[in-house]
């Protein structure tokens, strides 16, 4: 199917899916998978995530991309609070 969306419809692959038929896939999925909850938000804060930590940890570029106000909102998201970013830090070799 040629579409320019990500979730294009079936029926209408110019139109895209509406957020309830994507929560109804994300959650079906998730029960095939045996994985409690897999929302609407998984995708965003999983490739979130993977851009902070791909990124070298940079949560001025996650926040952006988030367009969160602050950064202490975009670790908050990601679960992260100061002990875990301390324990991330300390991993790294600094030479």
């Known amino acids: 199917m040629d579409s320019e969306w990500l979730f294009p419809s079936i029926q209408h692959p110019e139109r895209h899916i509406t957020e309830k038929q994507f929560y109804k ?3 079906k ?3 095939l998978l045996g994985i409690n909850y897999l929302g609407t938000h998984t995708m965003r804060k999983t490739g ?10 940079n949560i001025g570029l996650v926040m952006h991309l988030l367009n969160h106000s602050s950064e202490a909102m975009t670790l908050a998201y ?10 991330m830090l300390d991993q790294i070799d600094f030479g």
């Open 29 to 31: 999925v998730g029960d």
């Open 48 to 57: 979130a995530y993977r851009v902070y930590t791909q990124s070298n940890y």
């Open 78 to 87: 990601l679960g992260l609070d100061q002990a875990s970013t301390e324990t």
């Open 25 to 27: 896939i994300m959650s």
